[in-house]
Nanobody, 116 residues
Framework: VQLQASGGGLVQPGGSLRLSCAAS????????MGWYRQAPERGRELVAS???????SYTDSVKGRFTISRDFAWHTVDLQMNSLKSEDTAVYYC???????????WGQGTLVTVSS
């Protein structure tokens, strides 16, 4: 599985960004995909995930502001981020997990900076 993340950038507080993760390779046994983020001097945090059944989960700090979605064949997983705050500033990484593997696949990070 290969993952390519895009969509990061600089946005003012209260603004919006949409991150996209393009997936390729063997996607037929995908169990879940989602997004982690890592801010300076902080550990990597799971932000949002979506499963093969369409079930979604979010870390508490982004509930009501972020929405994760995917296309039916797992080719794209998007993260719509609204009402952005300075504390959302981080490098965001998409990931994928398969039913038949313990390996977690990672995309390259995309930087989101929320600042006035």
């Amino acid at each position: 599985v290969q993952l390519q993340a895009s969509g990061g950038g600089l946005v003012q507080p209260g603004g919006s960004l949409r991150l996209s993760c393009a997936a390729s390779g063997r996607l037929d046994s995908t169990k879940s995909m989602g997004w982690y983020r890592q801010a300076p001097e902080r550990g990597r945090e799971l932000v949002a995930s979506i499963t093969n059944t369409g079930s979604t989960s979010y870390t508490d700090s982004v509930k009501g502001r972020f929405t994760i979605s995917r296309d039916f064949a797992w080719h794209t997983v998007d993260l719509q981020m609204n009402s952005l705050k300075s504390e959302d500033t981080a490098v965001y990484y998409c990931y994928a997990e398969r039913f038949d593997s313990m390996v977690k696949y990672w995309g390259q990070g995309t930087l989101v900076t929320v600042s006035s």
